[in-house]
C-alpha cells in the first residue's frame, strides 16, 4: 500500500460526458502527478500539482483540467469523453524537493475509466 | 524536452538474465530510476541510481548507467516468472526549485517457465 488512494476504481460512461477523478496523496506529500496509461500509447504525463500550484503539464488535453486543493487533495476533470480517452488514470505523489534524496514517486492503484 | 525511451517487450525464459534497456535525453539528469508495474497495480519504485555512479547492484538487480551515451540499463539475474511485470525507465531533472520526472513508454517483461 503506497499510501495514496484514488476514487473510484473503476468508471464506466458514455462519450460526451463529464467525470471526475479524485486523488488523495500520501500524508505530507506536496506534489500530485496525474499520468494516463493505455495500451497503445504506454505511461503519459498529464500534469503536476506542487502545494496547490500547477507546476508541470504533459500531454493534457484541453477538455481535460486538474487542481489540487488546500488539503492537498487532487481532482482530474474529464469532459467530452471520447472512445479513446479510455485508459487507466493513475495518481502520484511524492515529498518535498530536497536536494541529494533520490525523491520517488508513491503511485495510486489507478482509476480505470471505460467510456462506451 | 525531455524524452525517455525503452523498448515495449522482452521475453526471457526463467533462470536467464533480462536486461532491459532505456535512453533519455536530458543531460541534466540528477536521479534514474526503475519502476515495476504488477498486472492491475500501480507502478512501484524497483531501484534507483545517481547520476555520478556507473554501478549500483541490488541483490538480483543491476543498474548499468553510461551517462557519456545517456543510456540505462536493468539486468535482472535468474529472472522468475514473478518478474514477469511493465519495467519503466524514468529520469529526474531538477528544474526552477522543483523536479521533474520523465518516464519512458514502459517494457513489458515476459518470462516463459
Known sequence: DSGVTQTPKHLITATGQRVTLRCSPRSGDLSVYWYQQSLDQGLQFLIQYYNGEERAKGNILERFSAQQFPDLHSELNLSSLELGDSALYFCASSPRLTSGVPYEQYFGPGTRLTVT | ?113
Open chain 2, 1 to 113: 524536452g525531455e524524452d525517455v525511451e525503452q523498448s515495449l517487450f522482452l521475453s526471457v525464459r526463467e533462470g536467464d538474465s533480462s536486461v532491459i534497456n532505456c535512453t533519455y535525453t536530458d543531460s541534466s539528469s540528477t536521479y534514474l530510476y526503475w519502476y515495476k508495474q504488477e498486472p492491475g497495480a500501480g507502478l512501484q519504485l524497483l531501484t534507483y541510481i545517481f547520476s555520478n555512479m556507473d554501478m549500483k547492484q541490488d541483490q538480483r538487480l543491476t543498474v548499468l548507467l553510461n551517462k557519456k551515451d545517456k543510456h540505462l540499463s536493468l539486468r535482472i539475474a535468474d529472472t522468475q516468472t514473478g518478474d514477469s511485470a511493465i519495467y519503466f525507465c524514468a529520469e529526474r531533472g531538477d528544474s526552477g526549485g522543483y523536479q521533474k520526472v520523465t518516464f519512458g513508454i514502459g517494457t513489458k517483461l515476459q518470462v516463459i517457465p
